[in-house]
């Protein structure tokens, strides 16, 4: 689903969602169909369902995102350095 039917669909929420489709352009990920995983009614708890969710399957795309927002503008961001395993 688009993030304009999303954000009529769900409005004033915070989400947990997925991005099934993304494509970077410019230094911003560009998230082109995303599915929703999990609603709150706040942004700590989104936060929370968010961390356990990434423990589980950290090679999913996951966002937390407020449905206030008209456009999704989603930084890209390189890390640098050594990661454990």
Not at 3 to 18: A, S
Not at 29 to 54: N, P, Q
Request: net charge negative; hydrophobic share 40%; proline share 2%.
């Amino acid at each position: 689903m688009e993030w304009k039917g999303i954000r009529q669909h769900y409005p004033h929420q915070w989400l947990l969602v997925e991005a099934l489709a993304a494509h970077s352009e410019a230094g911003q990920r560009i998230l082109d169909d995303l599915a929703v995983l999990e609603t709150y009614s706040d942004g700590l708890t989104a936060m929370a369902g968010y961390k356990a969710l990434h423990r589980r399957d950290p090679q999913r795309e996951l966002y937390v995102l407020h449905t206030d927002l008209e456009d999704l503008e989603i930084e890209e961001v390189r890390w640098l350095g050594i990661r454990a395993a």
